[in-house]
């Protein structure tokens, strides 16, 4: 994980980072803090005093190879060149698997590029056209979840964008009174502190995770005067190139539109091959994401070897991911469990007023031994999805961490959290931006393998696995079954290609933003491209199977379901889809009719 911010400005303007932002993009990236400069000047005057200065930053977040690798990436003792800011995890380019640190991977094949002479037989395309191309064939390459910045020198060029699925934050601002042009993880602001947050804080938007995007410097004016929108416009250049992006559902595959036939089919059950091959794919997803991860460099503080943490709501999707986890990892490593519960006063009233009800109707209640936390729906379900890893998963250290949020403290975080979702700004987004921020803070009274409790734990652990995407790719959600009811497979099959076609356009880079403040990196072992992939490529009734109702396990994401009976864990697998934000209680925490869509005040 790294923090990414890069300025574009013309003669005469300038951009300060503030120190909020420069705060928020150090939590980014704790390891170490980069900047470089470059001033792009008339091709026939190199000595004008008119020129464009691009200002690049990045903090470092170090997860992969035996170092930390310093950005921006430029080459070293000049104030010219190239350069390049990397927020991602390359697991595989050109479908080889990347050993070492991916971002400097990533900078050397970019050189190369630069340092290439032209290959085209075709005089139609000059060598500028060429190497623009091949630069953009770097990035297509790239497998796992990634944010960048490039600047091209010699082509004049500023490359951006986000990975397929939109896993990683990245924004951008366009001043079209002054020709500046800001890129940033995290947008600059919305701190109350800033005395500038109102000015500073407008027209920010997610860059869309809908391709590549090229700002060619060489068509704008050195001055920065007539600049106008359509100057500042950034061509799209599309992820996949030779074939119709349509039939392509987010730039990674065709989905499986199959019916299934009129003599039926056999129904799920943990022997089908779906069920099977769902294992092996998560299990190489896994792999990539929790082996080879450095100690973090607080692992002192600890007596225990712990890199990796699950987002844990005791859920289906979670407990499986610690499943299979534990079957990837080094035995001696041990994994957290991150469970999340808040006072919500709405719900502690309630809960008040039934207990005293339930004593006889005196109205006495004891709340000193009232834990209103262990009532909250995750926390029960947590609770039991632990006892039952503990059960089919012996000897590993499994932790479970109750991060208790009273409601004061949510109060007081409540401006930081709006700033780091931002510019998502409804009452929804900030309930689940409160359970993301707070749980990967990972700070709250740990359970050891051993049944003893530690009141005061901050997990060491750097890495955290979330368990989003299945729903969307299993058929997890209630409007699955309303599909199928509407309009049987036929229904069902286009309600799963929408989820589908809109993974890239859901709110990953809010929760990114919100759970790196913490100088985490959060992976998404359901979101790999080849399991996506697969999962696309593979019929509806393989993986939900609401033509049949009965069975062990109920309809919606059967496949995930009999994984989970497979793998020895009953209770998990017969567990119901939650929201986050009611499991958690961060839904409606001052009043019952405030509506998720409503805008934040």
Known sequence: MCGIHAVLTPTGVTHAISPDLTRCLCNRGPDYLGQVERRVTSSTNNDSLDCWTL???????????????????????????????????????????????????????????????????????????????????????????????????????????RDRLGRRSLMMKRDERTGEVVLSSVAEG?????????????????VEADGIYVLDLGMLPLSGEGVTSAVLEPVRRDWIEGVDPTEFVSSIGRFNKSLPSASGYAPLSATSPSVAALKQQLIDSLSLRVLNIPQPPNADRVAHDTRVAVLFSGGLDCTVLARLAHK??????????????????????QLRKDLAKNNGGNGVVDVASTDFYEACPDRITGRKSFAELQKVCPGRAFRFVAVNVPYKETLSHRQQVISLIYPHNTEMDLSIGYALYFAARGQGACTHLDGRVEEEYISPARVLLSGLGADELFGGYSRHPSAYERAGYAGLVDELLLDVSRLGKRNLGRDDRAMSHWSKEVRFPYLDERLVRWAMDTPAWEKCDFENEGGEVEPGKRVLRLLAFELGMEGVAKEKKRAIQFGARTAKMESGRVKGTTLIS
């Open 55 to 161: 200002k690049f930053t990045s903090t470092v977040l170090a997860l992969r190879g035996d170092h930390v690798a310093k950005q921006p990436l430029s080459y070293p003792d000049t104030d010219k060149g190239s350069v390049l800011c990397w927020n991602g995890e390359a697991w595989r380019i050109n479908g080889e698997p990347v050993s070492g640190n991916d971002g400097e991977e990533i900078w050397q094949m970019l050189r190369g590029v630069e340092a290439s002479a032209s290959m085209t037989t075709n005089p139609k395309i000059s060598m500028e056209q060429e190497k623009e191309k091949h630069i953009l064939d770097i990035f297509r390459a790239i497998e796992g979840p990634f944010a960048f910045v490039y600047w091209h020198e010699a082509g004049r060029k500023f490359f951006f964008g």
């Open 190 to 206: 919305l701190n109350g502190d800033d005395t500038n947050a109102n000015s500073n804080a407008k027209g920010w938007k997610e």
């Open 328 to 349: 990837a990892m080094d035995p001696e490593q041990g994994i957290d469990l991150l469970n999340v519960a808040f006072e919500n006063p709405r719900v502690v009233a």
